[in-house]
Nanobody, 115 residues
Framework: QVQLVESGGGLVQAGGSLRLSCAAS????????MGWYRQAPGKQRELVAA???????TYADSVKGRFTISRDNAKNTVYLQMNNLKPDDTGVYCC?????????WGQGTQVTVSS
């Protein structure tokens, strides 16, 4: 059974940093791309960052230069380092993977950035 468990969210002031983690189980982690999405109140869910099996990364324009996605295959974990946070970064952040063309989501972790 595939499970994704996020952690690391919280309340931070604008300009601060947070590091999110997503621990995966039930899959050959190193064989699959991983992504971070966020859902803000009243907004569509947005792909924030993604990382391939070879380590190539993509980012939403709104977070380029501030967020960094990385993965540790030995720990079955993907990270999202978020720096210079802004109030618009507030939302629930979820990690996702797609083994066998089936999407698996974590429960999400809340990030709140105060101005």
């Amino acid at each position: 059974q595939v499970q994704l468990v996020e952690s690391g969210g919280g309340l931070v002031q604008a300009g601060g940093s947070l590091r999110l983690s997503c621990a995966a189980s039930g899959i050959f982690f190193s064989r699959f791309a991983m992504g971070w999405y966020r859902q803000a109140p009243g907004k569509q869910r947005e792909l924030v960052a993604a990382i391939t099996t070879s380590g190539s990364t993509t980012y939403a324009d709104s977070v380029k230069g501030r967020f960094t996605i990385s993965r540790d295959n030995a720990k079955n974990t993907v990270y999202l380092q978020m720096n210079n946070l802004k109030p618009d970064d507030t939302g629930v952040y979820c990690c996702v993977t797609r083994p066998a063309n089936v999407d698996y989501w974590g429960q999400g972790t809340q990030v709140t950035v105060s101005s």
